[in-house]
């Protein structure tokens, strides 16, 4: 297999916008291959990530759409839909397209809009990725399915509330040190206990907003990256799935598709969570975050809030997690995060970030999380 | 091509009575719920129908209050996952429990939720 690098990515401001979805993509792909320096007549394929489409802008077969609105309208191009993992199921399919040596230049990317519609309609539309008949029947929805997983790891490991209000300080903390960040505001620890609970135990302030958004990333093979100027190298990219009802879960307290993505991407790497010096996880909420640093294996299981209510994921901690601010402040455009999360590591290993760089960052992990925990991915990062 | 043990319809047909089914593999002795087309212990496909007595305690549960707009009018309302006494574990709705009575480890029981044409999971008190 071949070397596969990244060498341009773009991210539009996220928010609410009053723009489609492929449009914000197409504004954040112009951006990527301009950051790549690289014209779109070389781009060969378009591996897209949304997933509401259908539903908030009556829009299916938004792969050609996408690349249509960019301007290169015949290259292949397929939608991936693994729910808010989905452009990172676009990025290592993509992967395995250039390593494979099918495509030297194939662009990655995700968009989505969702706040043209009111919440409960976009909180019905977000629950269709847990199952239809066991559960959607039930009116759970998705802070219901990380309340439960909350309230198990509490359960088990006495996480408390503060710790896991603690997360959401600290990514606001770094959202204010991103421009393109949806929440450019500090918040505190009593804010975030006070707020209203949404689903006990988690309140308004351990959720993720709703976010229209794009973002892209350039990938090629080495050969390509060579003449780029500052080339990242994708050291692995691997997914992993579980049980699709809560259920059938055996521990909820835990992530096994995080723990299965994890040693995959540690093993195709050849590197163990200690070599990591940056992280891009999946924070749909508070105790999301605490898990998957569990799951990663970056602290050992049940270790995640306190390390994150001791400042180890903050910046300038023993391993920044989130220094875009996260899914919590910089905002989840669901079909667009996953590139969004790759784009913030390759500005980091770049050394790119400016006020939110993490000082000799050399690998960068990005994980992200799909529906109720049955999707994750997760992919390693590294400069020359 | 053989018949399904249960399909779905056939489950919460039974569930709508009032009557909790499982699958047991015929091989492996593994037990399921839902039913699964392939044993996920052994992948032999040798099911055979097994009555739950629909007892179990609460695993985790949580309060909904800001809600999917068909269940707007349902706030607050709580989802448990329930672990059943034959050992698996299925996620239901709280039923003439009180809120703040909620906890884990609280012994709970199967009460089929029929609404017009739909009948899903809940649980009430034991």
């Given at each position: 297999?071949?070397?596969?690098?990244v060498i341009g990515v773009g991210v539009t401001?996220?928010?609410?916008?009053?723009?489609?979805s492929s449009?914000l993509f197409a504004e954040a792909a112009a951006d990527a291959l301009a950051d790549a320096?690289i014209?779109a007549?070389?781009v060969?394929?378009l591996y897209y990530g949304?997933?509401?489409?259908?539903?908030?802008?009556?829009?299916?077969?938004?792969?050609?759409?996408a690349a249509?609105i960019l301007?290169i309208?015949?290259?292949?191009?397929?939608?991936?839909?693994?729910?808010?993992?989905?452009s990172?199921?676009a990025f290592?399919?993509a992967?395995?397209?250039?390593?494979?040596?099918?495509?030297?230049?194939v662009l990655v990317g995700g968009g989505?809009?969702?706040?043209?519609?009111?919440?409960?309609?976009?909180?019905?539309?977000?629950?269709?990725?847990?199952?239809?008949?066991?559960?959607?029947?039930?009116?759970?929805?998705?802070?219901?399915?990380?309340?439960?997983?909350?309230?198990?790891?509490?359960?088990?490991?006495?996480?408390?509330?503060?710790?896991?209000?603690?997360?959401?300080?600290?990514?606001?903390?770094?959202?204010?040190?991103?421009?393109?960040?949806?929440?450019?505001?500090?918040?505190?620890?009593?804010?975030?206990?006070?707020?209203?609970?949404?689903?006990?135990?988690?309140?308004?302030?351990?959720?993720?907003?709703?976010?229209?958004g794009g973002a892209a990333v350039v990938l090629?093979?080495?050969?390509?990256?060579?003449?780029?100027?500052?080339?990242?190298?994708?050291?692995?990219?691997?997914?992993?799935?579980?049980?699709?009802?809560?259920?059938?879960?055996?521990?909820?307290?835990?992530?096994?598709?995080?723990?299965?993505?994890?040693?995959?991407?540690?093993?195709?790497?050849?590197?163990?969570?200690?070599?990591?010096?940056?992280?891009?996880?999946?924070?749909?909420?508070?105790?999301?975050?605490?898990?998957?640093?569990?799951?990663?294996?970056?602290?050992?299981?049940?270790?995640?809030?306190?390390?994150?209510?001791?400042?180890?994921?903050?910046?300038?901690?023993?391993?920044?997690?989130?220094?875009?601010?996260?899914?919590?402040?910089?905002?989840?455009p669901?079909g667009a995060?996953g590139a969004a999360?790759i784009a913030?590591?390759v500005?980091?290993?770049?050394?790119?970030?400016?006020?939110?760089?993490?000082?000799?960052?050399?690998?960068?992990?990005?994980?992200?999380?799909?529906?109720?925990?049955?999707?994750?991915?997760?992919?390693?990062?590294?400069?020359? | 091509?053989?018949?399904?043990?249960?399909?779905?319809?056939?489950?919460?047909?039974?569930?709508?009575?009032?009557?909790?089914?499982?699958?047991?593999?015929?091989?492996?002795?593994?037990?399921?719920?839902?039913?699964?087309?392939?044993?996920?212990?052994?992948?032999?496909?040798?099911?055979?129908?097994?009555?739950?007595?629909?007892?179990?305690?609460?695993?985790?549960?949580?309060?909904?209050?800001?809600?999917?707009?068909?269940?707007?009018?349902?706030?607050?309302?709580?989802?448990?996952?329930?672990?059943?006494?034959?050992?698996?574990?299925?996620?239901?709705?709280?039923?003439?429990?009180?809120?703040?009575?909620?906890?884990?480890?609280?012994?709970?029981?199967?009460?089929?939720?029929?609404?017009?044409?739909?009948?899903?999971?809940?649980?009430?008190?034991?």
């Amino acid at each position: 297999m071949r070397r596969v690098a990244v060498i341009g990515v773009g991210v539009t401001k996220f928010g609410k916008h009053d723009r489609t979805s492929s449009e914000l993509f197409a504004e954040a792909a112009a951006d990527a291959l301009a950051d790549a320096e690289i014209s779109a007549s070389r781009v060969q394929a378009l591996y897209y990530g949304n997933v509401v489409g259908s539903e908030t802008e009556h829009q299916l077969h938004t792969g050609p759409q996408a690349a249509s609105i960019l301007g290169i309208p015949a290259i292949p191009t397929t939608r991936f839909e693994t729910a808010c993992a989905s452009s990172h199921a676009a990025f290592r399919h993509a992967v395995m397209e250039v390593a494979a040596g099918v495509s030297d230049v194939v662009l990655v990317g995700g968009g989505e809009r969702v706040l043209n519609v009111p919440t409960p309609e976009s909180t019905e539309y977000f629950a269709y990725a847990s199952d239809a008949v066991w559960e959607q029947t039930l009116g759970l929805t998705f802070p219901g399915v990380f309340a439960l997983i909350a309230r198990a790891h509490m359960q088990k490991y006495g996480t408390t509330e503060a710790q896991m209000a603690a997360v959401a300080v600290k990514n606001h903390k770094h959202g204010t040190l991103n421009p393109k960040a949806q929440f450019q505001k500090e918040i505190t620890l009593e804010q975030v206990l006070k707020s209203a609970y949404v689903a006990d135990p988690l309140k308004l302030f351990d959720c993720c907003p709703f976010t229209d958004g794009g973002a892209a990333v350039v990938l090629t093979s080495e050969e390509v990256a060579r003449r780029s100027r500052r080339p990242v190298w994708v050291l692995a990219s691997a997914a992993a799935s579980d049980w699709m009802l809560l259920g059938d879960k055996r521990d909820l307290s835990r992530v096994p598709a995080t723990e299965r993505a994890a040693a995959a991407a540690y093993k195709q790497a050849g590197l163990t969570p200690t070599d990591v010096d940056v992280v891009e996880l999946h924070d749909c909420f508070t105790i999301a975050e605490i898990v998957a640093t569990e799951g990663l294996g970056l602290f050992e299981p049940g270790a995640g809030g306190l390390a994150a209510e001791k400042g180890m994921t903050s910046l300038g901690g023993a391993i920044p997690v989130n220094p875009s601010g996260g899914l919590k402040a910089k905002g989840h455009p669901i079909g667009a995060t996953g590139a969004a999360q790759i784009a913030e590591i390759v500005t980091q290993l770049r050394g790119e970030a400016g006020p939110r760089q993490v000082d000799q960052a050399r690998v960068g992990l990005t994980h992200t999380l799909g529906g109720n925990t049955a999707t994750v991915l997760v992919s390693l990062f590294g400069r020359d | 091509m053989t018949e399904p043990v249960i399909t779905l319809q056939r489950f919460f047909a039974r569930a709508r009575e009032g009557r909790l089914t499982g699958v047991r593999c015929g091989k492996c002795g593994a037990l399921a719920i839902p039913p699964k087309e392939l044993c996920p212990a052994c992948y032999e496909r040798a099911w055979e129908p097994v009555p739950l007595a629909g007892e179990g305690t609460i695993a985790s549960y949580t309060v909904i209050r800001v809600a999917p707009r068909a269940y707007t009018a349902d706030v607050p309302y709580a989802v448990a996952v329930v672990k059943l006494k034959e050992g698996v574990s299925l996620l239901g709705r709280i039923v003439e429990i009180p809120l703040d009575k909620l906890a884990v480890g609280l012994p709970v029981r199967f009460r089929p939720l029929v609404k017009g044409d739909q009948t899903a999971v809940g649980f009430g008190p034991a």
